[in-house]
Structure formats: structure tokens, C-alpha cells
């Protein structure tokens, strides 16, 4: 049959978008400090919320993630648009340039702030968990995780790449900087193995 189309009273502009994982949930930020979510199987808007401030979205282990240009941090149920915790982090130093959220085993939500500072929080229940200055004061970095070997017992490494070149780790569990490395130039992106 013909594909049903939802319309808006005005068109929004959409800032940033992001599917949760596992869920048939996709989710918009948009420039209105509004986000929507619908389901992807049939287009039906789910919920709609407003967050004062947003300019980060990410989703991960059923929920959606926004940071904020005040520093806060912003955990909603991705099926219902309920908030599950938020946290202002004056640690973390003005607005939040980068989010990333680890897998659920680690169940970290980890965010940069416009001064460099790398926080983490518990993704579940919004207890901070460490705080770390990024080594090079940088605000233009990707940041990715992983396990550093095969053994299970081995650290979950949070890493950053920096637009001067610098490659990091960090333990992701307690934030202490495993290694740096300077690679000569600008990282435009940064891959990991994955362990099935």
C-alpha cells in the first residue's frame, strides 16, 4: 500500500540523528532544542521532548544520549522518552563537544567538554565515575572503545585521536591514561577490532 507520511505543522531542521542499537528506535535532534523519535517499522512518532540546550545525540542500551551546550548530560528511555538521570558537570567545563557511549558490559557514558576535560558516567544510573584532562587540551578528537587484548579480564580502553596527531588510551573504567603517541598528523578517523 501507499506509505503513510507524518507531517509538521513547520518543517523542523534536523541537527542530528542516531538509531538506538537493538531497538527499532530512531531519534531526532533538531535545531528547535526538540527531539523526536519514531519507530522505524512503521514511521509512527513515539515521543517528542524538549531538551533546552542540546547539541549532542547518541544512542546506546535502550537509551538516547544528549549533551548539552551548559555541560549537562541527558539520559532518556529510548522507547517512552522518560528521563532516566541527568547531571550537570561543572567538571566537566562548558559545553560538550563529543559523547560516546561504551558497550553494555562496560556501561559507560563518556563525554568531552569544550575544556578538554573527559567525563564519565555510569550509562545506567548517572553516577560519575571519573574525570580526565584530555593530554593534548584538545577539543577536536573522535573517540572510540575497545578491549586491549583477547583476554576477558584485560582493560576496556576508551581511545582518542586528536586533529594534531595525537593517539590515546585510557582504562575507560577508571579514566587513568594508559598510553599516548604522537602519529605526525591529523587523524581523520580511527577503526578498532571488534570481538565476536
Known sequence: GPVEMTRYPAPLQVQALCQVPGTAILCALCASAMAIAWDTNSSRRI????????SRIIGRSGRVFFGTSEGDVISLEASTGEQVWSSHSTAAGG???AL???PDTVGA???????AQLCCWDAASGRKRW??????????VRLLDGATSDDAASPWA???ASVTGMVSAWDARSGSLMWKVQVGSAVQALCYRQLY
Open 158 to 160: 576508551l581511545f582518542s
Open 47 to 54: 515521543w517528542e521532548v524538549d531538551i533546552s540546550g542540546a
Open 131 to 140: 574525570k580526565a584532562h584530555h593530554p593534548t587540551g584538545e577539543t577536536q
Open 100 to 102: 560516546h557511549a561504551s
Open 95 to 97: 559545553g560538550l563537544v
Open 109 to 115: 557514558f563518556i563525554a568531552l567538554s569544550e575544556s
